[in-house]
Every structure is written in structure tokens, then in C-alpha cells.
């Protein structure tokens, strides 16, 4: 029996999975440089226990929150895009269990519209 091919086998899967992880973490890292260029760390975080200003609630709520929310929402890219373009009303505060804000103000001037839906993309997929 010739056991070579699995022990090559085991080595490339391997390979395969380190490499795929180097490339998740330069997703990350590309993503989490966007938001901080564009602003969006001043009112949110990514982690469910983010602390807002004086240990508050955070201003906005935490990324992990919205992509635990909107699972599996088939809308969530396009709406959540446009919320990030265009604002949040303050007579809908969806949020207020998990943020201290009132609304999110329009975007458009801080980010390109492509770019906030890669950004809104990658944090739908945040576990």
C-alpha cells in the first residue's frame, strides 16, 4: 500500500487551510482600515460587549449584533447599504437595547458607496 498520496494529501489540505486563513485575516484587516478611515469605529464596534463613551452603551450597536440580526435576511446587504448611505431615522430606534444613539447620520460624504457595501457584506458574515 503506498502511502504517500494521503500523507501529500494531509500536507496540501493543510496548506490550503493556512492559506485560507492568511486570506481571511487580510479580509479583516482590509475591512477593519476601511471602517477606521471612514469613521465608523467613532460609533461602533465590532464585539458584542463594545463600551461607548464613559463605559456607556456604544453609540451605534456592535457589528456582531447587526450580523446576528440580520441572518439570513436576503435584504439585509441592500438595506443596511443604503442606512449607511443615507442615515437612520430617529423615530425608529431599532437598536436602543444595544446602543445609546438616536439615529445614524448620512455617510456619503465619509465612505463610497461600493465600498460601504463591502463593509456591510463582511459584517454580515461576522460569527
Do not use: Q
Not at 469605529?41 to 461607548?52: N, S
Not at 444595544?98 to 461600493?114: T, W
Request: net charge positive; hydrophobic share 40%.
Amino acid at each position: 500500500m503506498n502511502t504517500e498520496f494521503p500523507r501529500n494529501a494531509l500536507i496540501g489540505l493543510a496548506l490550503l487551510a493556512a492559506s485560507s486563513t492568511v486570506l481571511a485575516d487580510a479580509k479583516d484587516d482590509a475591512m477593519r482600515h476601511l471602517a477606521s478611515k471612514s469613521g465608523c469605529f467613532i460609533c461602533h464596534g465590532i464585539e458584542l460587549d463594545a463600551k461607548g463613551p464613559d463605559g456607556l452603551k456604544p453609540v451605534g450597536p456592535p457589528w456582531k449584533a447587526i450580523a446576528a440580526r440580520y441572518k439570513g435576511d436576503k435584504n439585509a446587504p441592500k438595506n443596511l447599504t443604503a442606512a449607511v448611505m443615507g442615515g437612520t431615522s430617529p423615530y425608529s430606534r431599532h437598536w436602543k437595547e444595544e446602543a445609546s444613539g438616536v439615529a445614524m447620520p448620512p455617510n456619503g460624504v465619509a465612505i463610497r458607496e461600493d465600498d460601504a457595501r463591502k463593509l456591510v457584506d463582511w459584517i454580515l458574515k461576522l460569527k
